[in-house]
């Protein structure tokens, strides 16, 4: 029987299988943060256990920085503190840290492709759900808890349990203005949040074959939200052709031995999944969510189902929308464009292009976070500030930002808020905040009229 | 971590599906660097209003309900990976979560803490949910070394890793069990980087 993609990365990364129990799973990188990172190092000191391989680790500062101000020190306490400790422990532990300000700083999931840390093939874990990113260059790449952080600190491994197969395949021709983060929305809202738990799921067909790397990046950080550990993408030429010439990418003849055995993972023809979804590119449009979980979305132009659960009952009552209703002409006063879901160059082009000539509407807050100090550097350089200055937007320093408001960007109580980020859950944006999920030209048009419009009207 | 072979407890309901980890423990309160405190900020934004005070109509202030066992609805655990959603779990004092099903990240943070999550199906939740609700002093009994959940209404098995199963039971971690395997492991690592 044919192997699939997810089996190959898998099977030549176990040590050992135990017995009645789990595998050991070896990996390739492991990339920490400040959040979920300290408590890992403590337990390592307190139990006096070395470090097995700092040289498998990158570190970033991102989830509680501040987006304005970043030469400054950061003002509130804890987070300082919190920003200190992984300095501290970095140094300590010989590791390699991009720091707030460092040319290569921004959210861990941006900053590690963008530099060609992440490659095809390899196993990559952080304590973060969204490493789920990476599997868009054919990496495992998943999200652990911070006890597990501690056991890839102190083995280099993992013991796992090999996750089933599952395969999403979405075949034909996208409509215009449907971006790659309506195909995840849309993916979501028709198998639902918990769909691919303890499944690795593959994107699969024409639709991701033709996606640009970051479109696909995009696809395979909301893995995550349909319960699945992770998603990946078959390595193919967008691939490499992404990879070459990045800063810690293999070049030369190093480089063409990669390629050659990258060319290998693709999953075989007559390998079998244990669970398959198929879509029609074709029935997706832009999307947009009305609840409190990314699975409750619908088409810009629908109307929110009907339903009579009570959990349901409760997140319409949060959101303050009313079943039956379409979210066409709902006033907006926040716009968030950013996070590691929609936080890269071809983000802000899109956004760019829209709004460009274009003003804000009065009553909107719209903030800009570019992922990295290098997505930050091109948007300068191609020109974008000056559109987003023009436009009306507040274009910030890189970080995780309103995504998930542990800093000062949140969204007031009670507010809408259309954002690109990938969770709409209750207060995720701020305390009582109320999240609809959307792709950058959902929010920059979104930006633009002050409410939310029909952008299939202007698209067709 | 303490070991975990039985535990006899009153539980406490929170029937609500798609409890995720934000809801568990807020983002603003993860710039801890330790693992201890985050129980008093557990379900914080369900547990107090905005001004600090208690809600009231929340299950975790109502004094009809107490306990170690929380029964909570489906997909329990959903989204980020933060260890602190555990951490908050088991600094309130819980140590058994039933659903009806958990997320994986969340499942896992919760075996690597000493909290069993125990998950059984829809229809014995629902039964369970509705029994606490109007017999709060009711107990439940867990037995690990027998997977057992005895409760007023009847007894179910449920299934666990065996692997993890005898971590809970004589309180191992993962740690230890991997640093026996360092040979094997740096053999192997050889052999990759060769």
Same mark, same amino acid.
């Given at each position: 029987?044919?192997?699939?993609?997810?089996?190959?990365?898998?099977?030549?990364?176990?040590?050992?299988?135990?017995?009645?129990?789990?595998?050991?799973?070896?990996?390739?990188?492991?990339?920490?943060?400040?959040?979920?990172?300290?408590?890992?190092?403590?337990?390592?000191?307190?139990?006096?256990?070395?470090?097995?391989?700092?040289?498998?680790?990158?570190?970033?500062?991102?989830?509680?920085?501040?987006?304005?101000?970043?030469?400054?020190?950061?003002?509130?306490?804890?987070?300082?503190?919190?920003?200190?400790?992984?300095? $501290?422990?970095?140094?300590?532990?010989?590791?390699?840290?991009?720091?707030?300000?460092?040319?290569?700083?921004?959210?861990?999931?941006?900053?590690?492709?963008?530099?060609?840390?992440?490659?095809?093939?390899?196993?990559?874990?952080?304590?973060?759900?969204?490493?789920?990113?990476?599997?868009?260059?054919?990496?495992?790449?998943?999200?652990?808890?911070?006890?597990?952080?501690?056991?890839?600190?102190?083995?280099?491994?993992?013991?796992?349990?090999?996750?089933?197969?599952?395969?999403?395949?979405?075949?034909?021709?996208?409509?215009?203005?449907?971006?790659?983060?309506?195909?995840?929305?849309?993916?979501?809202?028709?198998?639902?949040?918990?769909?691919?738990?303890?499944?690795?799921? &593959?994107?699969?067909?024409?639709?991701? $074959?033709?996606?640009?790397?970051?479109?696909?990046?995009?696809?395979?950080?909301?893995?995550? &939200?349909?319960?699945?550990?992770?998603?990946?993408?078959?390595?193919?030429?967008?691939?490499?052709?992404?990879?070459?010439?990045?800063?810690?990418?293999?070049?030369?003849? &190093?480089?063409?031995?990669?390629?050659?055995?990258?060319?290998?993972?693709?999953?075989?023809?007559?390998?079998?999944?244990?669970?398959?979804?198929?879509?029609?590119?074709?029935?997706? $449009?832009?999307?947009?969510?009305?609840?409190?979980?990314?699975?409750?979305?619908?088409?810009?132009?629908?109307?929110?189902?009907?339903?009579?659960?009570?959990?349901?009952?409760?997140?319409?009552?949060?959101?303050?929308?009313?079943?039956?209703?379409?979210?066409?002409?709902?006033?907006?006063?926040?716009?968030?464009?950013?996070?590691?879901?929609?936080?890269?160059?071809?983000?802000?082009?899109?956004?760019? &292009?829209?709004?460009?000539?274009?003003?804000?509407?009065?009553?909107?807050?719209?903030?800009?976070?570019?992922?990295?100090?290098?997505?930050?550097?091109?948007?300068?350089?191609?020109?974008?500030?000056?559109?987003?200055?023009?436009?009306?937007?507040?274009?910030?320093?890189?970080?995780?930002?309103?995504?998930?408001?542990?800093?000062?960007?949140?969204?007031?109580?009670?507010?809408?808020?259309?954002?690109?980020?990938?969770?709409?859950?209750?207060?995720?944006?701020?305390?009582?905040?109320?999240?609809?999920?959307?792709?950058?030209?959902?929010?920059? =048009?979104? =930006?633009?009229?002050?409410?939310?419009?029909?952008?299939?009207?202007?698209?067709? | 971590?303490?070991?975990?072979?039985?535990?006899?407890?009153?539980?406490?309901?929170?029937?609500?599906?798609?409890?995720?980890?934000?809801?568990?423990?807020?983002?603003?309160?993860?710039?801890? @660097?330790?693992?201890?405190?985050?129980?008093?900020? *557990?379900?914080? +934004?369900?547990?107090?209003?905005?001004?600090?005070?208690?809600?009231?109509?929340?299950?975790?202030?109502?004094?009809?309900?107490?306990?170690?066992?929380?029964?909570?609805?489906?997909?329990?655990?959903? /989204?980020?990976?933060?260890?602190?959603?555990?951490?908050?779990?088991?600094?309130? /004092?819980?140590?058994?979560?039933?659903?009806?099903?958990?997320? +994986?990240?969340?499942?896992?943070?919760?075996?690597?803490?000493?909290?069993?999550?125990?998950?059984?199906?829809?229809?014995?939740?629902?039964?369970?949910?509705?029994?606490?609700?109007?017999?709060?002093?009711?107990?439940?009994?867990?037995?690990?070394?027998?997977?057992?959940?005895?409760?007023?209404?009847?007894?179910?098995?449920?299934?666990?890793?065996?692997?993890?199963?005898?971590?809970? @039971?004589? /309180?191992?971690?993962?740690?230890?069990? *991997?640093?026996?395997?360092?040979?094997? @492991?740096?053999?192997?690592?050889?052999?990759?980087?060769?």
């Amino acid at each position: 029987m044919g192997r699939t993609l997810f089996d190959k990365v898998w099977d030549a990364h176990v040590v050992d299988t135990i017995e009645n129990g789990p595998q050991i799973l070896y990996i390739d990188k492991h990339l920490i943060h400040e959040v979920t990172s300290p408590q890992a190092f403590n337990e390592l000191e307190e139990r006096n256990i070395p470090i097995a391989r700092p040289d498998k680790i990158v570190a970033t500062a991102d989830h509680n920085t501040p987006t304005i101000d970043q030469h400054l020190p950061v003002k509130d306490a804890l987070s300082r503190n919190q920003l200190k400790q992984l300095s $501290e422990n970095c140094k300590k532990n010989n590791i390699t840290l991009y720091g707030l300000g460092h040319k290569y700083n921004g959210i861990v999931h941006v900053m590690s492709p963008e530099l060609g840390i992440t490659q095809p093939g390899m196993t990559i874990v952080c304590g973060d759900s969204h490493t789920s990113t990476h599997g868009a260059f054919g990496t495992i790449a998943f999200g652990i808890g911070t006890s597990q952080v501690a056991q890839v600190f102190a083995s280099q491994c993992l013991l796992l349990k090999k996750p089933k197969s599952l395969r999403v395949s979405v075949n034909g021709k996208l409509k215009n203005g449907v971006l790659p983060k309506d195909v995840i929305l849309y993916i979501i809202s028709q198998i639902g949040t918990n769909a691919g738990t303890g499944y690795f799921c &593959e994107y699969a067909g024409d639709v991701f $074959e033709n996606m640009s790397m970051e479109g696909r990046m995009t696809v395979c950080n909301m893995s995550i &939200e349909m319960g699945a550990r992770g998603g990946m993408i078959a390595p193919d030429e967008t691939t490499f052709n992404y990879i070459k010439g990045r800063e810690f990418a293999p070049k030369g003849k &190093e480089l063409d031995e990669k390629i050659a055995y990258w060319k290998t993972l693709p999953s075989d023809n007559d390998a079998v999944f244990d669970m398959e979804y198929n879509f029609d590119a074709t029935d997706i $449009e832009p999307m947009v969510t009305y609840g409190t979980n990314p699975g409750m979305g619908i088409k810009i132009n629908g109307n929110i189902p009907k339903d009579d659960s009570d959990s349901f009952k409760k997140s319409l009552a949060y959101m303050g929308f009313t079943a039956g209703e379409s979210l066409i002409d709902k006033p907006i006063n926040y716009v968030f464009i950013g996070s590691c879901t929609n936080s890269r160059i071809e983000d802000f082009r899109v956004v760019a &292009e829209y709004i460009k000539g274009k003003q804000k509407a009065s009553n909107v807050n719209a903030l800009i976070v570019p992922g990295s100090q290098q997505v930050a550097k091109q948007i300068h350089e191609e020109g974008l500030s000056e559109i987003f200055e023009n436009s009306g937007f507040k274009l910030r320093q890189p970080g995780c930002s309103a995504c998930l408001a542990m800093n000062d960007d949140k969204i007031p109580q009670g507010e809408y808020c259309v954002s690109t980020s990938n969770r709409n859950f209750e207060g995720r944006q701020g305390q009582g905040a109320r999240t609809i999920l959307a792709s950058p030209l959902v929010a920059a =048009a979104t =930006a633009i009229e002050g409410k939310i419009i029909d952008i299939t009207k202007q698209l067709n | 971590m303490k070991p975990f072979k039985t535990l006899t407890s009153q539980a406490i309901p929170l029937p609500v599906e798609n409890i995720d980890t934000d809801q568990i423990i807020p983002a603003r309160f993860l710039k801890a @660097i330790d693992k201890k405190g985050f129980g008093d900020n *557990l379900f914080r +934004d369900w547990r107090y209003h905005k001004d600090g005070q208690a809600n009231q109509d929340f299950v975790l202030n109502n004094p009809r309900f107490s306990g170690a066992i929380l029964v909570a609805g489906d997909n329990f655990g959903c /989204g980020s990976s933060r260890e602190h959603a555990a951490w908050a779990i088991k600094d309130y /004092g819980f140590k058994v979560i039933i659903s009806s099903f958990f997320a +994986d990240i969340f499942k896992g943070n919760a075996l690597n803490n000493g909290l069993l999550p125990i998950q059984v199906t829809d229809e014995f939740l629902k039964s369970v949910l509705t029994h606490i609700e109007s017999n709060p002093t009711s107990e439940l009994t867990i037995d690990l070394e027998a997977q057992m959940l005895q409760t007023p209404i009847g007894y179910v098995n449920f299934e666990i890793d065996p692997y993890k199963r005898l971590c809970l @039971i004589n /309180g191992y971690d993962d740690i230890e069990f *991997l640093l026996s395997k360092k040979e094997e @492991i740096q053999a192997f690592e050889f052999k990759l980087e060769k």
